[in-house]
């Protein structure tokens, strides 16, 4: 039976993708520092190693005896990186940096978390893997630096990777009390609840929203892919929503009306993301993404099952 490691296992993506493996027959063994995961969100059967990414002697030993790794492991907070520029840049950068080097001593491959926020404000939509990056953030600048060293990994060091550059996934397990949660999980939250909700700006720009379950699907499929090319891949659906149209989704799906306020939109705010889905469909073999609304009822039934008595219906 294969055996990875995957990092950052306790949290949001990380859990999901460890439950994928461990119902295929994987092993599993996570590295995480219970940051921002839980404990309660390690896969059956997988094992915890809690241990900092950015310590290389922890991440050699997690290695030991693995055929792969998935490392996930990140602050994964654009806000946070702002407030905390080094400390997350040895978290993000160096912790990645440390993932290679064990697998260039171990001869493993490696499939990694980069994002969406390498593109910045390229509004050249939709934006394919060929389009210029320019982070306009410390979060999104490390990223690109892990899509460098994994080139230099490759290169210089033979080790194969596979980069994948999420867009904005949602699923259940997405924290809707966090300060860096992300839209659906707040409006979900809020909407469940009856209570109104904020859309910042005039609500007509617009995401490409992800489900965790294509993004799994990605994760496996880009284990058979990683090569010493270093290739990169968006992870996305390559539809537009806008924030407007996922209130009005998500208040009629919780059957309740829209109670929305508005506010000044937000500072450095990006009018439309929105990324093109064509090689990862090709090179990674990933089908029809799931649907939004059939998405969305999955994180309002999470949020049903996880706090049945403020929740009506
Ligand atoms: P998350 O915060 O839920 O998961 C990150 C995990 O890494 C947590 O379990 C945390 O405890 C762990 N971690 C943090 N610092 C660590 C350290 N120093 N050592 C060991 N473990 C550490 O976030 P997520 O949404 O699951 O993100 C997973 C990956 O995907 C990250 O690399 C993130 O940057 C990337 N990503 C996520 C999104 C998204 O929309 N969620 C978009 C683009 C990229
Ligand atoms: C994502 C990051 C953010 C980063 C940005 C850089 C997450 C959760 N956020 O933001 O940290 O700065 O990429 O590109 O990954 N919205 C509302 N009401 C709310 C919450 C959000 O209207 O209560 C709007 C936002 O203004 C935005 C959209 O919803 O237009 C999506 O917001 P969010 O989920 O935070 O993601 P990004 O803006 O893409």
């Not at 702002?82 to 993000?92: E, F, K, P, S, Y």
């Not at 705010?269 to 609304?293: Q, T, Y």
Request: hydrophobic residues 45%.
């Amino acid at each position: 039976m294969p055996h990875y490691l995957v990092t950052g296992g306790c949290g949001f993506i990380g859990s999901h993708l460890c439950d994928a493996l461990r119902r295929r027959g994987d092993a599993v063994r996570v590295l995480d520092d219970l940051s921002t995961g839980h404990r309660g969100n390690l896969a059956p059967g997988a094992s915890l190693i809690v241990g900092d990414i950015a310590d290389p002697a922890a991440v050699r030993a997690a290695t030991e005896g693995v055929d792969g790794i998935i490392h996930l492991a990140a602050i994964a907070s654009v806000e946070r990186a702002a407030q905390d520029w080094l400390g997350t840049h040895r978290v993000n950068l160096t912790g990645t940096i440390a993932v290679f080097e064990a697998a260039r001593a171990r001869h493993l491959p490696v499939v990694y978390a980069s994002s969406a926020a390498v593109y910045g404000d390229n509004a050249a939509l939709p934006l394919s893997e060929e389009a210029m990056t320019r982070p306009l953030s410390a979060y999104g600048a490390d990223k690109l630096g892990c899509e460098q060293q994994a080139r230099v990994a490759g290169l210089v060091h033979g080790v194969p990777t596979a980069g994948l550059r999420f867009f904005n996934v949602f699923g259940p397990r997405q924290d809707p009390a966090s300060p860096y949660s992300g839209v659906i999980s707040i409006f979900c939250d809020r909407l469940a609840r009856g209570e109104a909700i904020t859309v910042y700006g005039d609500g007509q720009q617009t995401r490409d929203f992800v489900n965790i379950a294509d993004v799994v699907r990605a994760l496996l499929a880009g284990l058979d892919r990683a090569s010493t090319a270093a290739p990169v891949f968006n992870v996305c659906t390559g539809r537009p929503t806008s924030v407007l149209t996922l209130a009005e989704t998500i208040a009629a799906l919780c059957g309740v009306p829209l109670q929305l306020a508005h506010q000044p939109a937000r500072s450095g705010e990006i009018r439309h993301s929105l990324g093109d889905a064509g090689r990862a469909r090709a090179v990674l073999g990933l089908g029809e993404p799931v649907g939004l609304r059939e998405g969305l009822a999955d994180v309002v039934a999470w949020l049903r099952a996880d706090r049945p008595a403020l929740v009506p219906g």
